[in-house]
């Protein structure tokens, strides 16, 4: 009975861990979402050209004495390309906060205009150049179709922090006296690509050899390492082929052609936090697995070291806004995504090739 509630209370002890580090991960990400917290902005899900536009802008805490400003501005089908469209008209006064509605007469025919967003600034003069505070709403969708006349309702839109021109200044300052940032190999993944080869040829090697084997045990491990052998060879032949990034790329393209493209965040964070929590259950299982001795050892560190780099390539593939940072940071041609997804190839090359060579040991003798 003892030994029944010990169990229980390990197993809820240790769901309520996976629990708190999807939360933990959560709320780590969203700490570096970096959205701006002083507005909310209210829009219309498209902008039709030739009509009216209404944009209403809320500043939820109070500012000092300053003016507000709104203006649109346009995007091509690929989001860049970017210009002026139109002016909502003069600065305005903000002292204290409060709801401002800006209205665009008309919005403009311009050639190669597929989106269209809003920036607002703050400034004590009223000019763009004295900006304190900017942001930018999300990309409006632009028709030139009637049928987008019947809904001109105003709805809540994401924000993003948008660098003022003091800030661009800075940074453009900061960068002259830099180094200027490595860029990622070329070797790299063709590298990554031919370690993953090698340890998917040992991994069919010894799921061979297992099957046959006279030792108790190991013969169920056939399948196991078979399996790894596969996911590791299909591996390889992503890195080889650059297919990750072409997927990443249809995928953000389906995303805007379905209008989802601005709610990929939540996605991405849950994702990302199941990752973490199921590394983290993964882990457990690590331990208590190689504690004991045994021929699955060898399976467990060469599956652990596939699990490490499946997770990191797929949160590298999600390109959440840290992660982008973090593959920026780039040391003698390697970034720290690159890093650990390497390390867990190792992981999984070392852990099959010890295990065909202990198994060819036995043979021998």
Known sequence: MRDDRSRLGGRIAAVAALVLVFVATWIAL???????????????????VGLPLEIRVTLKRSVKATQINCTLHRA???????????????????????????????????????????????SPTGKWEDATLAATAKYLPVTRDDAARADRGLRKTQVYN???????????????????????????????????????????IKA?????????GETGESAVWL???????????????????????????????????????????????AV??????????????????GPHRALWWAGTGLAAFLAVSLVSVLSFHAVD????????????????????????????FAAVRRSAGRTLT
């Open 30 to 48: 969203s700490f570096t979402d970096d959205r701006p917290g002083w507005l909310i902005v209210e829009a219309p899900e498209t902008v039709v």
């Open 76 to 122: 091509n089908a690929e989001r860049k390309g970017w210009g002026y469209l139109a002016s909502s008209g003069p600065s305005r006064p903000a002292a204290g906060g409060g709801t401002y509605s800006f209205v665009f007469d008309q919005v403009p025919e311009r050639e190669d205009t597929s989106f269209a967003f809003a920036l607002i600034f703050l």
């Open 162 to 204: 948008y660098p003022t021109a003091a800030e661009t200044a800075r940074a453009q300052a900061k960068a002259r006296t830099e180094r200027t940032p490595g860029r990622p190999s070329v070797w790299v993944h063709p590298l990554l690509g031919l370690l993953l080869l090698a340890a998917a040829v040992l991994s069919w």
């Open 208 to 216: 061979r050899r297992s099957r046959t084997a006279a030792v108790p």
């Open 227 to 273: 399996a790894i052998a596969v996911l590791l060879a299909a591996s390889a032949a992503g890195e080889l082929s650059g297919i990750a990034g072409h997927i990443t790329a249809w995928g953000r393209r389906l995303a805007e052609v379905q209008g989802v493209y601005e709610f990929r965040r939540p996605v991405q964070k849950a994702v990302m936090a």
């Open 276 to 293: 973490a929590a199921a590394s983290l259950g993964f882990f457990i299982l690590f331990i208590r697995a190689v504690r004991k001795p």
């Open 325 to 352: 940072v973090a593959r920026g940071m780039v040391w003698h041609g390697v970034s720290p995504v690159d890093a650990m997804r390497g390390a867990g190839a190792l992981m999984a090359f070392l852990a099959a």
